[in-house]
């Protein structure tokens, strides 16, 4: 079995910075894609980056220029770095994986969650 936790998650000001967490633990051969995404109350939830096995990265619109994602794969870690925060970042933040387990099987995993909260 796999699971997917989440760190880093907390209270910040806006223009401050964190760095979110996300490391995969059990039975896992390979991870291909990882990807964080967010959901604030009321809200669906959206895809803020993914990143490939290879380090291919994308991000969505509302957050380029301020966050990065990257990914330690002898570690099994994803991370996002946020700068420049701004309030409408406040979401749940979600860590997801596509894993090819031990069983030589594929599945997709999310984290828990952790909460960001920017204040003005």
């Known amino acids: 079995q796999v699971q997917l936790v989440e760190s880093g998650g907390g209270l910040v000001q806006a223009g401050g910075s964190l760095r979110l967490s996300c490391a995969a633990t059990?039975?896992?051969?390979?991870?291909?894609?990882m990807a964080w995404y967010r959901q604030a109350p009321g809200k669906q939830r959206e895809l803020v980056a993914p990143i490939s096995h290879g380090g291919s990265t994308t991000f969505a619109d509302s957050v380029k220029g301020r966050f990065t994602i990257s990914r330690d794969d002898a570690k099994n870690t994803v991370y996002l770095q946020m700068n420049s925060l701004k309030p409408e970042d406040t979401a749940v933040y979600y860590c997801n994986a596509e894993i090819l387990t031990t069983s030589l099987r594929v599945y997709s995993y999310w984290g828990q969650g952790t909460q960001v909260t920017v204040s003005s």
């Open positions: 059990g039975s896992i051969l390979r991870i291909d894609a």
